[in-house]
């Protein structure tokens, strides 16, 4: 019987389908898939016109040819570029959108894509969480760390002067689209913190995807081949998979991808934001709950080292200088995810597994943050 393998064939870059309460949809991870955008923003059944926000850097060959693939879908395009950052992750810059949609008339049928970094998928995302109550967002994120991580799960938001991402909204996306090719321009360290989420994915999830960026760590690095794109499309998987079994991040799962954070939040606040990448704080806050499951022994030093090995092959940081072990313990129970009083760590109990545990000892804290810094 002769097969047909072309439906497989066009399938292959779908990394996950993501299910949520506010519906189902696809993930597509391949290079230059973005020529795909209109058909398959087509298969979603959305019909409205699309506005498509951009990160400025996106202009203007990436964003045009955004532009065209969503009018060959048959799609009305009409574009806005914006310089967006984490400076400017604000309500200001959300009503130079809202203003945008309102001067274009965009009604609640019509769609929004988001092109750019995770700070422009929270604040564009938010922008279509609230304008006319809602219209569908489509997530076409170009940073390794939006690809691996904040473009999935549709949580978007801003920041306020009193904090960070305190103001927002759980609005999934109808269909993300990750064109690898798009990371050919992301500077070498951006690329980096990116790494760092997606290694995080292996840690604690996937011991096959671990040994697959240890071993490939140069051909990764270097985005050469097919192997780096099956790497990434696995840990969107993964993050995918996360999401579907706990959207709201109440049950035991979610909270697994906050491994390093909470030792890495404290990095970024102590330091001041800006000095580390989020990344990078997250890869050396892997290093301190590392050693917190080595002093527990729950995992050998073997384990650490190799996990210091991984990361530094991605060109990430393993420890910080100049701070203080009493600051950063201080500010690890301020992040919010500690609010209810204990903090909940996440360690490992070997390669790919991960679990949760409250009654850590302060001492074994503090002595495994000391071991991070210089
Ligand atoms: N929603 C979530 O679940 C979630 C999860 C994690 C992080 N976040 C948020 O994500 C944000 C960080 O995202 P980020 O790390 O992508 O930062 P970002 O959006 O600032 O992008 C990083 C830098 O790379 C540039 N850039 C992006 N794509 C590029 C490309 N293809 N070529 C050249 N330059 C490019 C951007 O202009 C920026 O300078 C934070 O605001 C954080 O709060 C959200
Ligand atoms: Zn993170």
Partial sequence: MPVDNSANNYD??????????????????????????????KKTGLEGRAFLVADVVMFPSALRRA??????????????????????????TVQVVYEWLAD???????????MGGGVTGDLVGFAAATWLRGVAVVQVPTSLSAMVDSSIGGKTGVNIAKGKNLLGAFHQPKLVLQDIAHLESLPAREMAAG????????????????????????QMAALEGEEPVAAIR????????????????????????NYGHTIGHAIEKVSGY??????????????AAAGIAERLGMIDSELVERQRRVLQSYNLPTTANDLSVNALIEATKS??????????????????????????????VRDAVQSILD
Avoid: C
């Fill in 335 to 364: 992040d919010k995810k500690s609010r209810s009083g204990t903090i909940r760590w996440v360690l490992l109990e070997g390669p790919g597994k991960a679990t949760t545990r409250r009654d850590v000892p302060n001492d074994v």
């Fill in 67 to 92: 532009q065209e693939a969503l009018e060959r879908g048959g799609y009305e395009t009409h574009v806005l570029a914006l310089e967006i950052g984490e400076a400017n992750k604000n309500l200001e």
């Fill in 234 to 257: 696995r840990s969107v998987a993964i993050k995918s998979e996360i999401v579907s079994a706990d959207e709201f991040e109440n049950g035991n799962h979610r909270i697994l991808l």
């Fill in 104 to 114: 274009m008339r965009a009604e609640r049928r019509d769609i929004v894509v988001a």
């Fill in 195 to 218: 790494w760092a989420e997606a290694v995080k994915h292996g840690l604690i999830l996937d011991a096959k995807l671990l040994d697959k960026f240890e071993r490939l760590a140069p």
């Fill in 274 to 287: 800006g000095t580390y990448l989020h990344g990078e704080a997250v890869a050396i806050g892997m290093m």
């Fill in 12 to 41: 292959q870059n779908l990394a996950a389908v993501v299910n949520t309460t506010q519906g189902s949809y696809r993930v597509i991870v391949g290079r230059d898939v973005v020529d795909d955008l209109g058909s398959e923003l």
